[in-house]
């Protein structure tokens, strides 16, 4: 067992780049005679393809703190992790059917556009603002330095700097070609990632086999994970009683059993999903039933990753409890790369090949959706109002490189201190406190004709407001154990709230503010959209697709809960 790669790894991971680069080549020159068409370059506007749609939303959300954050929480907590993989496909048809219809009907290409017709030009200013802060601060700049950090570890040396460099570059060369190029493009790499992930699982499963006496067999393996850690396959996480362990507890403040599908959870998901110009976007230049069929697409796609991204992990947590993982360093984030370690030569390239076409994609699609925002909201708004497309197109390429010049400079000696928490950590601690009032501005907007852009902007300063009171203060001020929840220790001499149910209070509170302000308005606000029920109607091909991924979860939940 090595971490180390050899000459046939280096070859599998080149052929991968080559294919990748070669392949965007090539859409790019077929889009040439568009190549200053700005829409066809910021949305690529009527030429995506459904599973192209799919393919990239799911390139665009699997990156390094999936591989490496939700495999360690698999090791930690076990299978009630995917929840965050299986309600998402839930909040994929959430999306399909009620959301995108009202983004293609009023001709919505970007988030702080939706915000500028529903409510008013100050609320998209400062989302916008908002919005370019956190990409480049906090989601490139923990993508590239996870990323690195873990290829770094898989190549087995000092590596960091030239691979944090190899990543920035690959991501800018697929990111200037426009969003077409980084769709079909992210169709490969979400086929390499898928297949190098399954084989990681699939070596993971036959490892345990050997291990454990029963053959190098993945069903025998996966026979054995369920033997040696039955708590791993329970979705439902006990609530803590006086007798529980620290460990009971910390898992408990990591995922709250049924108080995170009724709190927390599906806010994530919703806001992610629905109110993200980073992953919308995809959607958004498409008509609506490729849009929609892409989004259940990806829905059914998201199925699978719990296989990809966590089974790594609870066969790492039976390995090093059985005493078979020695070189398992870092504690849990550690666990995807000790388990790559297994890999012979070739597949361990496969394996990099993988990690990097989610890295790359991630950064891509970030990086893509950054000169979107900043050039159709900002510059062309509020600096250079005449620009041609041919002056926008140039000025998105100019936002491109700056976003990635900036996450490179923060990233290169880690000042925005990623490692000390761990990039999943950093991304959640930093998105989730403004997520509740972000996604009640967004849902109340969309089907609340009296919301008003005051509401608006109230809600999200006090969704923010909120979840510091809940997930800092609240335990101090108002004790440990009230109607609204319960606080528990954190063995660090604290008491903490859970995160899920952090949320689902700020978000709860936050509504209750917005709709009492909005009372305060007229009935209708001039600036709702006009609703009917014919956009929401699906045709029977996406009901059937509905159909089956319902199906499937319901019956995963049945088995595991």
């Known amino acids: ?333 550690g666990a995807y790369s000790a388990m790559l370690t297994f890999l012979p030569t070739g597949l361990k390239g496969l394996s990099v090949a993988a990690l990097t076409a989610a890295i790359v994609a991630s950064l891509a699609g970030k990086v893509n959706s950054i000169s979107t925002i900043y050039t159709l909201d900002v510059h062309k708004k509020y600096i250079q109002k005449g620009a041609s497309d041919r002056a926008q197109v140039n000025i998105g390429r100019y936002a491109v490189f700056a976003s990635m010049v900036l996450a490179v400079m923060f990233t290169w000696n880690d000042v925005l201190g990623i490692g000390g928490v761990g990039g999943f950590t950093y991304i959640q601690k930093y998105t989730g406190f403004i997520s509740p009032g972000v996604f009640a501005m967004f849902f109340l907007g969309m089907f609340w004709k009296r919301t008003t852009g005051t509401a608006a902007i109230v809600g999200v300063i006090a969704g923010f407001l909120l979840s510091v009171l809940f997930n800092e203060y609240a335990p101090a001020m108002f004790g440990n154990e009230t109607l609204l929840y319960t606080a528990w220790p954190n063995g660090k001499g604290g008491f903490e709230i859970p995160f899920h149910i952090c949320m689902g209070l700020s978000f709860f509170f936050t509504m209750l503010l917005m709709i009492g302000i909005s009372f305060a308005g007229p009935k209708v606000n001039p600036k709702a959209f006009e609703l009917d029920t014919e956009m929401f109607k699906v045709k029977p091909q996406t009901t059937v697709l509905i159909i089956i991924t319902l199906l499937i979860i319901a019956a995963l939940y049945v088995k595991f809960w």
């Not at 077929?30 to 799911?58: M, P, V």
């Not at 393996?221 to 979705?235: D, R, S, T, Y």
Request: with cysteine; glycine share 10%; hydrophobic share 55%.
């Open 1 to 333: 067992m090595s971490s180390s790669l050899e000459f046939a790894d280096y070859a599998v991971f080149i052929i991968y780049f080559l294919v990748v680069s070669i392949y965007g080549y090539i859409i790019y020159r077929k889009r040439e005679k568009n190549e200053h068409d700005a829409k066809a370059y910021f949305l690529a506007e009527g030429t995506l393809t459904w599973w192209a749609i799919g393919a990239s939303l799911i390139a665009s959300n699997i990156s390094a703190e999936q591989f490496i954050g939700m495999s360690g929480e698999g090791f930690f907590l076990g299978i009630a992790v995917a929840a965050y993989e299986w309600v998402a496909a839930i909040a994929l048809i959430i999306i399909a059917i009620w959301f995108i219809p009202v983004y293609l009907k009023n001709k919505i290409y970007t988030m702080p556009q939706f915000l500028k017709t529903r409510y008013n030009e100050t609320t998209a200013l400062i989302m916008a603002v908002f919005w370019l802060f956190l990409y480049v601060f906090v989601n490139l700049t923990s993508i590239l330095y996870l990323g690195a950090v873990a290829i770094n570890g898989l190549a087995g040396g000092d590596y960091l700097h030239v691979i944090m460099l190899g990543l920035a570059v690959f991501a800018l060369i697929i990111s200037l070609g426009g969003m077409k190029v980084v769709a079909y493009t992210d169709v490969i790499q979400v086929a390499v990632l898928i297949i190098g992930g399954l084989v990681t699982s699939y070596i993971a499963l036959t490892t345990v086999g050997r291990y454990f006496g029963v053959g190098e067999d993945a069903i025998a393996g996966f026979n054995v994970l369920m033997e040696k850690a039955p708590e791993h396959f329970k979705m439902i996480i006990p609530r803590p009683t006086a007798t529980s362990t620290q460990l009971e507890i910390d898992k408990y403040l990591t995922f709250p059993g049924l108080m995170s599908y009724l709190a927390g959870i599906w806010i994530i998901n919703l806001n992610y999903w629905g109110c993200n110009q980073y992953i919308t976007q995809r959607a958004l230049g498409a008509d609506l039933q490729t849009a929609r069929t892409g989004i259940l697409f990806a829905g059914l796609l998201k199925l699978l990753m719990p296989v990809i991204v966590m089974l790594p992990g609870i066969a790492a947590y039976v390995l090093y409890q059985g005493g078979h993982l020695p070189q398992l360093v870092g504690g849990k984030d």
